[in-house]
C-alpha cells in the first residue's frame, strides 16, 4: 500500500478510534461484492481468490483494506464519506455503501493462533 494512504488511512483510524463505541455498520456482503465488481473493479482487486494485483497499481486490494491492523466497519464509512486525491469523488448511496463495507471486512482473515 502505498507510503501516502497508509498515513491517511492510519490518521483517520487513529481519529475515529477516539469517537465513542457505536454499532459496526450491518450490510449484505454478497450485495457488497456484486456492487464492488461492478463499481470498483476498473481500479482494485475486489476478489480475494482470483485478484494478486488492482488494476491501479495505486488503488489497495480489498483483502488489504480488510486486513489494515485496527480496520473497522466504522473506519471504512468514514473513508468512503471523505474526498481523496487517488480516489474519483463519486458518492456510494447509503446501503450500497453499507454492503460493500460488509464485503470487505468479510475477507478479513483471522491472526494465526
Known amino acids: 500500500m502505498p507510503f501516502i494512504l497508509r498515513s491517511v488511512l492510519s490518521a483517520t ?17 454478497s450485495k457488497g461484492q456484486n456492487y ?3 463499481h470498483c473493479a476498473e481500479c482494485h482487486a475486489v476478489e480475494q481468490a482470483t485478484d ?3 488494476p491501479d497499481f495505486a488503488a489497495p486490494r480489498f483483502v488489504d483494506v480488510a486486513n489494515t491492523p485496527g ?3 466504522r473506519a471504512l ?10 480516489m474519483p469523488n463519486f458518492i456510494i448511496p ?8 460488509a464485503y470487505i471486512m468479510s475477507l478479513k482473515v483471522d491472526p494465526p493462533l
Request: proline fraction near 5%; hydrophobic fraction near 50%.
Open 94 to 101: 447509503e446501503a450500497e455503501r453499507d454492503n460493500v463495507i
Open 52 to 54: 494478486d494485483i488492482s
Open 36 to 38: 464492488a465488481r461492478s
Open 77 to 86: 464509512a468514514v473513508w468512503l464519506q471523505t474526498s481523496h486525491p487517488t
Open 71 to 73: 480496520m473497522t466497519a
Open 13 to 29: 483510524l487513529w481519529a475515529f478510534s477516539l469517537l465513542p463505541v457505536q454499532a459496526e455498520h450491518l450490510g449484505d456482503a
